[in-house]
């Protein structure tokens, strides 16, 4: 997915058992070159269904250097007459040194690269990658963090949520994340209390049926860490300036929200 990163805060300091990186401009964690432009192969090794139209990749990549929750990869798929496609995907995966990374795709209508991944892969298959990319949308795993997503948009949110747990954090974190049902709802079996869905054509009996609203967010900030929150929103257009616009009208600073598009 493409990134169209806005304004950030400054820099912190990665949490322990993140891969080393260097930082650049303020809140923007620099990636290193070498990992940013040479392709690696990796192995499908695994795959698993999310939902009737998402799953997980899990794949093998002996060379991967490491990455942050928030971060994603370029991929290619080449045939055999040489065409080439490529596509940037969200890492749902957390940090880890077991030398596999887990991407979430949605089938996309007509899709090149997602249509391959659901109706052609099978474990054993090569691909192309190279990254992590993009230091915008990491969250080292040092500050209080909200996410917020829509449909696949919570992908990355969830290698974040991944990290927080796999490390023991003990930083705030909370997740509001929107999808049209229960169904439909990406890792429902591993979302927790610290984790509200929101539900835009059908929810559970009780639960009401709409678009995220200022009565989800408002809560969110009613309590405020000593050092503020840090908002990371990730979805479509549509969504993402709904969900930032929702942020800053309960009171989160507009410099202090980073988002991630989908393109």
Same mark, same amino acid.
């Given at each position: 997915?493409?990134?169209?990163?806005?304004?950030?805060?400054?820099?912190?300091?990665?949490?322990?058992?993140?891969?080393?990186?260097?930082?650049?401009?303020?809140?923007?964690?620099?990636?290193?070159?070498?990992?940013?432009?040479?392709?690696?192969?990796?192995?499908?090794?695994?795959?698993?269904?999310?939902?009737?139209?998402?799953?997980?990749?899990?794949?093998?990549?002996?060379?991967?250097?490491?990455?942050?929750?928030?971060?994603?990869?370029?991929?290619?798929?080449?045939?055999?007459?040489?065409?080439?496609?490529?596509?940037?995907?969200?890492?749902?995966?957390?940090?880890?040194?077991?030398?596999?990374?887990?991407?979430?795709?949605?089938?996309?209508?007509?899709?090149?690269?997602?249509?391959?991944?659901?109706?052609?892969?099978?474990?054993?298959?090569?691909?192309?990658?190279?990254?992590?990319?993009?230091?915008?949308?990491?969250?080292?795993?040092?500050?209080?963090?909200?996410?917020?997503?829509?449909?696949?948009?919570?992908?990355?949110?969830?290698?974040?949520?991944?990290?927080?747990?796999?490390?023991?954090?003990?930083?705030?974190? *909370?997740? $509001? +994340?929107? !999808?049209?049902? @229960?169904? &439909?709802? =990406?890792?429902?079996?591993?979302? %927790?209390?610290?984790?509200?869905?929101?539900?835009?054509?059908?929810?559970?009996?009780?639960?009401?049926?709409?678009?995220?609203?200022?009565?989800?967010?408002?809560?969110?900030?009613?309590?405020?860490?000593?050092?503020?929150?840090?908002?990371?929103?990730?979805?479509?257009?549509?969504?993402?300036?709904?969900?930032? *616009?929702? $942020? +800053?009208? !309960?009171?989160? @600073?507009? &410099?202090? =929200?980073?988002?991630?598009?989908? %393109?």
């Amino acid at each position: 997915m493409p990134i169209q990163p806005g304004s950030s805060p400054g820099p912190a300091a990665p949490a322990p058992g993140v891969p080393a990186t260097r930082f650049a401009v303020p809140g923007r964690i620099a990636v290193a070159h070498r990992t940013a432009v040479e392709w690696q192969t990796a192995t499908l090794t695994e795959i698993r269904r999310e939902t009737p139209h998402a799953a997980t990749f899990r794949l093998a990549v002996p060379e991967w250097a490491g990455h942050l929750p928030g971060q994603h990869l370029m991929l290619r798929l080449t045939a055999q007459d040489g065409y080439a496609a490529q596509r940037h995907y969200s890492i749902a995966s957390a940090p880890d040194d077991s030398g596999h990374i887990e991407l979430t795709l949605d089938r996309v209508p007509d899709g090149e690269v997602s249509g391959w991944f659901h109706t052609v892969a099978r474990p054993g298959d090569t691909i192309e990658v190279r990254g992590p990319l993009s230091g915008f949308f990491a969250w080292p795993g040092d500050r209080p963090a909200l996410l917020l997503g829509a449909g696949s948009g919570v992908v990355p949110l969830m290698s974040m949520l991944r990290h927080h747990r796999a490390r023991g954090l003990t930083v705030p974190l *909370r997740m $509001l +994340v929107s !999808a049209r049902s @229960p169904g &439909e709802l =990406i890792y429902a079996r591993e979302l %927790g209390a610290e984790t509200t869905p929101v539900f835009t054509r059908s929810a559970p009996a009780g639960m009401p049926v709409g678009r995220m609203t200022a009565a989800h967010v408002a809560p969110l900030l009613e309590t405020q860490p000593s050092d503020g929150w840090e908002a990371y929103v990730c979805g479509s257009n549509g969504f993402a300036e709904h969900a930032s *616009r929702l $942020l +800053v009208e !309960a009171g989160q @600073p507009v &410099e202090r =929200i980073r988002i991630e598009r989908f %393109g």
